[in-house]
């Protein structure tokens, strides 16, 4: 079955959003929430009814002690209605961008409440909310303070919080030996100007630091794709973005693009990095790179902007400035963090069961109505 623009759950590689949902539903289930997930027929996570949608399929959940949750897209509105209409869903957790926001304001007055979860940086997607009227029976939350802040009003007015992402890597962070450590930084993401892999190559030169750039340009996973890929690619804008301002810096000495580094080779790229780089540009909203850093035993230096201030504490977990050129210095000092703080903060912060707590107490203040504004 063609699963469309969506991805299952979990994703086969790259997937922000499918990731935080096979993240956060089988805490959910350990905790006696029951889990009616709306997701494309390919996805294979544990749950305790799936509720296949055709050809584009996103998800959503629900449980107990309500009952269970679902997530949707309008295509299937239809179909989502009349599983509500079975009348045991307590809530519906959708994380369907945008889209899943009107949909879960057009599913009706006897349809049971809706908890939408802000993914995007809303700084640069206004237009994907701009216009929201979620009634009274839908409340949103971010992936961090910082994000609702750029939130519309009207929509900001429907927030009962946020929940900072989790990693699997942080259960026992704390535990694992620490590993030997080399003599490079990485920037971990999609090459991306709001990543900021401009700023991070030009520094590497300029400061005198090695820097591993890990992650997609656009759609091309591998180096060999990309470099294979005729002119047409440069139509995508991250493609642009890499060839007029990331690849002139890459020398593959100093600075090296190594694609999509994934599972195991992922993990062990971070946990020997000295220093892990977040030159950010743009709001980040939640930064998943930035807790498995921590997790795995590895500076965050960053931008303080975004996310970013939430989640690292300066001069313990990591070091922030606002000052781009500052960023190359900072990297120089980041011998000052000690590893072990880092890990000890995502055990203690950003576990799964950590997130999936905090969503039990969102869904308790949206069953029970949460005022808005
Ligand atoms: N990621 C990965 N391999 C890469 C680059 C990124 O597995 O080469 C993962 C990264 O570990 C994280 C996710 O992709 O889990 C990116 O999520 P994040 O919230 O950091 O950024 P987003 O892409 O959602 O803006």
């Known amino acids: 079955m063609n699963a469309g623009p969506w991805l299952p759950v979990p994703p086969n590689g790259y997937g922000g959003i499918e990731n935080v949902i096979a993240t956060l539903v089988p805490e959910l289930r350990r905790l006696g929430v029951e889990v009616v997930l709306a997701t494309v027929a390919e996805s294979t996570l544990a749950v305790d009814e799936q509720l296949s949608v055709f050809g584009t399929g996103q998800f959503g959940l629900l449980q107990r002690p309500y ?22 869903i307590d809530l519906v957790h959708d994380h369907v961008e945008a889209a899943g926001l ?15 979860t802000l993914h995007w940086d809303l700084a640069k997607h206004p ?16 992936v961090s303070a910082n994000q609702l802040t750029h939130a519309p009003a009207a929509l900001r007015a429907h927030a009962v919080g946020h929940v900072h992402l989790a990693t699997p890597l942080a259960d026992g962070a704390d535990l694992r030996a620490p590993v030997a450590k080399e003599d490079y930084a990485v920037v971990l993401g999609r090459i991306n100007p709001g990543k900021g892999q ?18 997609p340009v656009g759609p091309y996973h591998r180096p060999e794709d990309l470099a294979a890929a005729g002119p047409a690619a440069a139509q995508n804008p991250d493609v642009r973005f890499w060839q007029e301002q990331v690849a002139p810096h890459v020398d593959g000495d100093r600075v090296r693009w190594v694609g999509t580094v ?17 030159p950010l540009r ?3 909203p939640g930064g998943t790179a930035v807790v498995e850093s921590l997790a795995l035993g590895t500076p965050v230096i960053g931008i303080a902007r975004g996310c970013l201030p939430e989640l690292i504490e300066h001069g313990r977990t990591g070091l922030l400035t606002s000052d781009e050129e500052e960023l190359g210095e900072l990297v120089a000092a980041a011998g000052t963090i000690a590893e072990a703080a880092c890990r000890e903060e995502a055990a203690r912060r950003f576990t799964p069961a950590v997130m999936a707590s905090q969503y039990l107490g969102l869904y308790e203040r949206v069953r029970d109505g949460a005022a808005v504004g």
């Not at 009952?67 to 045991?88: K, S, T, W």
């Not at 009107?102 to 939408?116: E, I, K, Y």
């Not at 401009?198 to 992650?215: I, M, P, Q, W, Y």
């Open 262 to 278: 994934t599972g195991q080779d992922r993990d062990d790229l971070v946990a020997r990095a000295r220093v892990a780089l977040f």
């Open 198 to 215: 401009d700023l991070a190559a030009r520094l590497a030169h300029s400061a005198g630091f090695d820097l591993v750039l890990a992650g």
């Open 127 to 142: 237009e994907l909310y701009g216009t929201f009227d979620g009634g009274d029976r839908v409340r949103v939350n971010g």
């Open 102 to 116: 009107a949909t879960l304001a057009a599913l009706g007055p006897d349809s049971p409440p809706g908890l939408h």
């Open 67 to 88: 009952n269970q949750v679902c997530g949707i897209v309008p295509a299937h509105l239809h179909a989502v209605r009349r599983r509500l209409a079975e009348g045991d």
């Open 282 to 284: 743009w709001e980040e």
